[in-house]
C-alpha cells in the first residue's frame, strides 16, 4: 500500500523560507517520480514541482521557477522542497505525489491529476 507522509509545513513570514519533506514507503521509490501540488481555498490544484525516478530530471511550475529546488534522498525515502523568497499567495496545502516512470520517462510536469497517490498534506501558511 503507497503511503506517502508529508511534514515541515508551517506559518512563515513573507520573504521567508521552508523546507518540507515527503517520506515515502509501500512503493518501489526508485520507480517513481515524486512530485508536489498545491490547494488553495477556493483555487484548482496546482503543479509545483518533480523530481523524475531517477533525479536527474527536475520539472518546475511557473510560480516555483527560481525559488524552489526539490531534491530527493534514496537512503531516507524522502523528497524534499526547499522554498524560498515565500510570499502570501504561496499559501495552501502542499501534497506529495507518485507517478510512475516504467512506461515512459517524464518530459514535463505532471499536472495534478495525472498522479496516482498522494499524502494527507501539510499545510503552508506565508503571513504578510
Known amino acids: 500500500q503507497v503511503q506517502l507522509v508529508e511534514s515541515g509545513g508551517g506559518l512563515v513570514q513573507t520573504g521567508g523560507s521552508l523546507r518540507i519533506s515527503c517520506i515515502g514507503s509501500?512503493?518501489?521509490?526508485?520507480?517513481?517520480?515524486i512530485g508536489w501540488f498545491r490547494q488553495a481555498p477556493g483555487k484548482e490544484r496546482e503543479g509545483v514541482a518533480c523530481?523524475?525516478?531517477?533525479?536527474?530530471?527536475?520539472f518546475y511550475g511557473d510560480s516555483a521557477v527560481g525559488r524552489f529546488t526539490i531534491s530527493r534522498d534514496y537512503a531516507k525515502i524522502t523528497v524534499y522542497p526547499q522554498m524560498t523568497n515565500l510570499m502570501p499567495d504561496d499559501t495552501a496545502v502542499y501534497y506529495c505525489?507518485?507517478?510512475?516512470?516504467?512506461?515512459?520517462?517524464?518530459?514535463?510536469?505532471?499536472?495534478?491529476?495525472?498522479?496516482?497517490?498522494w499524502g494527507q498534506g501539510t499545510q503552508v501558511t506565508v503571513s504578510s
Open positions: 509501500g512503493f518501489p521509490f526508485e520507480q517513481y517520480g
Open positions: 505525489a507518485t507517478i510512475g516512470e516504467m512506461y515512459g520517462r517524464l518530459d514535463s510536469l505532471p499536472r495534478p491529476h495525472e498522479y496516482g497517490s
Open positions: 523530481a523524475s525516478s531517477r533525479n536527474d530530471r527536475t
